[in-house]
């Protein structure tokens, strides 16, 4: 009998940080928390004295009004009429004699503002300015997604000064790979290698997907509570999800020192509402870069984004094989075994199964009845909910089931990616579609079955140690599928479940 099962997904330290509600910030800025109208200041940060010379015990429960110079408090309120603080951040306030730039965002009902100190000498904004018109000039010129990626990898770090910058591409189990970078001379090279999904768990890529950008200056700077701890008015942890301040897990701090990094930033990619790649912005001290230049970066890779869309262009292929689908779904609805040329070639899939009217077709090259039996009973059992994990409508679509399942290196060589679509919404019907195994050899940044070290004492997992390049073949897995591929198989889905 063939068995397939789940696989449980080890719980790290970092997995049990409170990403949005970690009761501090990191050092290098200052956060309030304020109540509007009355400007009052409820919670803040502990290092206000560093940042703007008054102690935090003196601002508590005080209008913000009575510590700006006449100038800013003229500046605040006229701000706080906007309902699009990008558009007007970063203001300049004066805390009685001492500047900053000030960030300002509305969230859970409350007003954050996130001060972080001037750094004009450092970073002048005008020279950024002209980099990034030339940035975007040069990404014109791309005549392919490599191409582009190249260029904006080294315009980012031409632009940032940091020691490296590498594009760091997702596949679609979030493993990613390094496959465009730029560093100074005599510094290790990281082009090529892959890292494994553990490296950015699925927690923050949760938060990346609505952030720009993430910003590490020092990550040596110890991190600051809150006070007071508890938000008073609603007597819970702050939610901190939005800010740019929100502390570090410790795990990631530890992650990065074992790399000898000091300082981080990243650009996220998103393409098609999906996590495609990020910026990596590597330094090997501290890298202090002002608010303004941060979003001069953020607006080369807003421009990054749209010509990526234009060179890789899934809307293309979509009407190209768009007539396989519309002939597909004629078919099925009098015999899958009419539709299976079409049923293959829309997705270009090895092997399709479908599961209509209680009888199971097999087309191309496929598991054997009794494996794909059991799959379909695990894939529909609604405990389990894989199949309507990512789509509400239920879909499914790995380059390795493996990962997903507990026995499914068993149908590898026919079956490492799947993508599984219900058909009917009262009855269960579906279609799978298969490809088999394709073994490559890839150069992982540390062994990737060793990505987390488990501490035999006390059992916790921390992130691994090593990062030197570990060359091993990687099994289990079949050629990606897709973003245009997966959405044929939608189209057809919603199709027919127009009809079931």
């Known amino acids: 009998m063939t068995d397939f099962a789940p696989r449980e997904v080890l719980e790290t330290e970092c997995d049990r940080f409170n990403f949005e509600t970690p009761g501090k910030i990191q050092g290098h800025g200052v956060m309030l928390l304020l109540q509007e109208p009355t400007l009052n200041l409820i919670q803040l940060s502990q290092n206000t004295s560093k940042i703007i010379g008054i102690d935090h015990k003196q601002l508590i429960n005080q209008p913000i009004t009575n510590f700006l110079e006449q100038g800013s408090i003229v500046t605040l309120q006229r701000a706080l009429k906007s309902t699009n603080f990008s558009m007007i951040n970063p203001l300049r306030l004066n805390f009685k004699g001492k500047e900053v730039d000030a960030i300002l965002l509305r969230s859970d009902g409350f007003l954050f503002i996130e001060l972080e100190e001037v750094r004009d000498v450092e970073n002048n904004q005008d020279v950024y300015q002209m980099a990034a018109m030339g940035a975007m000039e040069k990404f014109q010129d791309a005549v392919f997604v490599e191409q582009l ?209 209680d009888k199971l077709h097999l087309f191309g090259y496929t598991p054997n009845e009794q494996e794909v039996q059991a799959l379909i009973g695990l894939i529909s059992n609604p405990s389990h909910n894989i199949l309507y994990q990512k789509d509400a409508e239920g879909m499914l679509a790995t380059n390795r089931l493996s990962s997903l399942l507990n026995g499914a290196e068993r149908i590898k060589s026919a079956a490492s990616g799947v993508i599984a679509v219900p058909i009917s919404k009262v009855k269960n019907e579906y279609i799978l579609w298969f490809r088999p195994e394709k073994i490559i050899s890839a150069t992982w940044a540390g062994n990737p079955d060793q990505a987390v070290h488990i501490d035999e004492k006390t059992m916790r997992v921390s992130p691994r140690k090593s990062f030197a390049s570990w060359k091993k073949n990687v099994e289990g897995t079949s050629e990606s599928w897709k973003n245009y591929e997966v959405q044929m198989a939608i189209n057809l889905r919603d199709a027919l479940t127009v009809n079931n």
């Not at 927690?203 to 020092?218: G, N, Q």
């Not at 040596?220 to 007071?228: A, K, N, R, T, Y």
């Not at 495609?276 to 202090?288: E, I, P």
């Open 149 to 357: 990626i190249d260029i904006a990898t080294h315009e980012i770090r031409e632009l940032t000064g940091f020691d490296r910058v590498m594009f760091y591409k997702f596949d679609e189990d979030y493993n990613g790979k390094v496959v465009a970078e730029s560093t100074v001379r005599g510094i290790d090279s990281f082009l090529n290698l892959h890292f494994p999904a553990s490296d950015i768990p699925k927690r923050v890529r949760e938060l990346y997907l609505s952030a720009k950008s993430r910003y590490l200056p020092d990550l040596h700077e110890p991190q600051v509570p809150l006070f007071p701890e508890i938000n008073p008015v609603t007597r819970k942890p702050s939610n901190l999800a939005s800010t740019i301040l929100r502390a570090v897990a410790p795990t990631h701090i530890e992650y990065m020192h074992n790399l000898g990094i000091n300082s981080s930033m990243s650009f996220n990619v998103i393409k098609d509402g999906m996590f495609y790649g990020m910026f990596a912005c590597h330094h090997y001290s501290g890298r202090h870069v002002a608010y303004v230049n941060r979003l001069v970066c953020e607006q080369i890779v807003e421009m990054f984004v749209a010509i990526l869309e234009q060179l890789d262009n899934d809307d293309l292929h979509i009407s190209e094989l768009r007539p396989m689908q519309v002939n597909a779904t004629k078919l099925m609805q009098t015999s899958p075994q009419n539709a299976k040329t079409d049923l293959l070639g829309m997705v270009n899939a090895d092997g399709v199964a479908v599961f209509k009217d």
